[in-house]
């Protein structure tokens, strides 16, 4: 079955340090990947997606994520953190002609000044 | 155009009542979703429905209902309310294609409803 990994439940940054998320997938094909940001108490907004093309994808609020096949990740980046930063960040996976999303369990990102 | 409106925000039960959250979209979305969200658990998929009339299980049905009578509408039903199902609520759609024509599964997230029950 198709299932996504999140492998750090919390990670604390300082702020004005980079950041980098880790996201792995299992899926046989090319997947569609998203990272989706949660504020609290909020709903999830979408970050960035990946469905073919440029390997490196640039998303809202200065976030990147990297494609890297050979590695089955899709990790996010932010050269330098802000304290607006600070929120549980999802990764999720699509998957040809099944219009649902597996998700991952989520990585709480502390903002430390 | 309010994209997807969630009610209640907030709502404490006690074991054994009903009630049903209301998911409305404004974007003539055919594809809806209801993810339930645990602590430490990521997001499950509780029901879907591809369009009006047709819905089907996710990973997590039990003590859930659904109905999709209208685009716009996909109510969750709980019909006999437990501890267990203490959670937050989200309602999610997207369109079945994007608009270069390509598939397209970003899904575009309600802000949620807090349930309790005790």
């Known amino acids: 079955a198709q299932s996504v990994t999140q492998p750090d439940i919390h990670i604390t940054v300082s702020e004005g340090a980079s950041l980098e998320l880790r996201c792995n997938y299992s899926?046989?094909?090319?997947?569609?990947l998203f990272w989706y940001v949660q504020s609290p108490g909020q709903g999830l907004q979408l970050l960035l997606k990946y469905f073919s093309g440029d390997t490196l994808v640039q998303g809202i609020k200065g976030f990147e994520a990297e494609f890297k096949r050979s590695q089955s990740s899709f990790n996010l980046r932010k050269p330098s953190v802000h304290w607006s930063d600070a929120a549980e960040y999802f990764c999720?996976?699509?998957?040809?002609?099944?219009?649902?999303?597996?998700f991952g369990t989520g990585t709480r990102l502390l903002v430390s000044p | 155009n309010a994209g997807v409106t969630q009610t209640p925000k907030f709502r404490i039960l006690k074991i054994g009542q009903s009630m049903t959250l209301q998911c409305t979209q404004d974007?003539?979305?055919?594809?809806m979703y209801w993810y339930r969200q645990d602590p430490g658990m990521g997001l499950k998929l509780i029901y879907y429905s591809v369009g009006a009339g047709i819905t089907d299980k996710g990973e997590v049905p039990n003590g859930y209902n659904v109905s999709r009578s209208t685009t716009e509408d996909f109510p969750l039903r709980l019909e006999l309310a437990a501890p267990s199902q203490t959670s937050v609520y989200f309602c999610a759609s997207n369109p079945e294609l994007g608009t270069s024509g390509s598939p397209l599964y970003e899904q575009y997230f309600g802000p949620g409803t807090r349930l309790t029950v005790t």
């Open positions: 974007m003539n979305h055919n594809y």
């Open positions: 899926y046989g094909a090319t997947p569609y």
């Open positions: 999720a996976v699509g998957y040809t002609g099944f219009q649902k999303l597996v």
